[in-house]
Nanobody
Framework: QVLLVESGGGLVQAGGSVRLSCAPSGSISIFSMNAMGWYRQAPGKQRELVARIISGGTTNYADSVKGRFTISRDNAKNTVYLQMNSLKPEDTAVYYC?????????WGQGTQVTVTS
């Protein structure tokens, strides 16, 4: 099991920006992952994919965040980021980091993002 450590999140006004970070604990490299991504879950709703980056560098985004959110990875810091711009109240949710490695799926503890109007 991979322990994913998340940071970022918090309270932000609509139109603002937030950056989330996710790093695997120990000596596990993000490049050993088949894919890493961010999901979110709003109250009363199912968890949904926000963005992911596959080992070759391909990225996928939910339609609702395209053009506003960017997923990236930093080799030196062994960290995956989710830069969220032009935030909307409907982006309010708990955001979870996700990693897939050879069929094993791991999740971070979740970080709350609240966007006020």
């Amino acid at each position: 099991q991979v322990l994913l450590v998340e940071s970022g999140g918090g309270l932000v006004q609509a139109g603002g920006s937030v950056r989330l970070s996710c790093a695997p604990s120990g000596s596990i490299s993000i490049f050993s992952m088949n894919a890493m991504g961010w999901y979110r879950q709003a109250p009363g709703k199912q968890r949904e994919l926000v963005a992911r980056i596959i080992s070759g560098g391909t990225t996928n985004y939910a339609d609702s965040v395209k053009g506003r959110f960017t997923i990236s990875r930093d080799n030196a810091k062994n960290t995956v980021y989710l830069q969220m711009n032009s935030l909307k109240p409907e982006d309010t949710a708990v955001y979870y980091c996700n990693a897939v490695r050879w069929g094993q799926v791991d999740w971070g503890q979740g970080t709350q993002v609240t966007v006020t109007s």
